[in-house]
């Protein structure tokens, strides 16, 4: 069974840089995972950041990149606001028309 | 301006069947991928099925397979999911979404409000 992991919780300062991964319990993710990451607040349909593994969504603003390091996809925020405090979601497709969303990442600025 | 608005969620026993729906607006419906993804309380998202834009290609995650089925009208612009068989596993927000064609990759850009399926006796 195939696993998107993501770091169930992280912490930033205000102003700070934050990465967040997407990696693959099966192996390394690459471009045919087709990345992309969304955020989503309390009671609200998730809305997307970053897709194509790296180009910002009409309207997100340019503290937000997306590209793939290493083995995984990465999203990072740099110089982090206080409604940055989210839960970030990426997918990856995974093979024979199926997708996989990662578990989730609730970040807290603080 | 793409819509998607989900309806049908309801509250239904265990073992007992639903079907969902969303009506698109604002695209030409028939030219794109369509997908249900769902969340639980409290919980991550997770992807359950995915309709070609003429419906000829559907995919599932296999906790659903056999039990749901994804169609779509593209005369009506309207995106189904039959689910049967439900389980208090399947309760959760259902969100219908549409997948978008960027440079080669797919990522899903566009997502309706969610419809709420409560699974209970």
Known sequence: QTVVTQEPSFSVSPGG????????????????????????????A????????????????????????????????TGAQADDESDYYCVLYVGSGSWVFGGGTKLTVL | EVQLVESGGVLVHPGGSLRLSCAASGFTFSNYWMSWVRQAPGKGLEW???????????????SVKGRFTISRDNAKTSLDLQMNSLRAEDSAVYYC?????????????????????????
Do not use: M
């Open chain 1, 17 to 44: 840089t934050v990465t967040l991964t997407c990696g693959l319990n099966s192996g390394s993710v690459s471009t045919t995972n087709h990345p992309s990451w969304y955020q989503q607040t309390p009671g609200q």
């Open chain 1, 46 to 77: 998730p809305r997307i950041l970053i897709h194509s593994i790296s180009f910002r969504s009409s309207g997100v603003p340019d503290r937000f990149s997306g590209s793939i390091v290493g083995n995984k996809a990465a999203l990072t925020i």
């Open chain 2, 97 to 121: 979404a549409r997948w978008d064609l960027y440079s080669g990759y797919y990522s899903l850009h566009n997502w309706g409000q969610g419809t709420l399926v409560t699974v209970s006796s």
């Open chain 2, 48 to 62: 359950v099925a995915n309709i070609k834009g003429d419906g000829s290609e559907k995919y599932y995650v296999d």
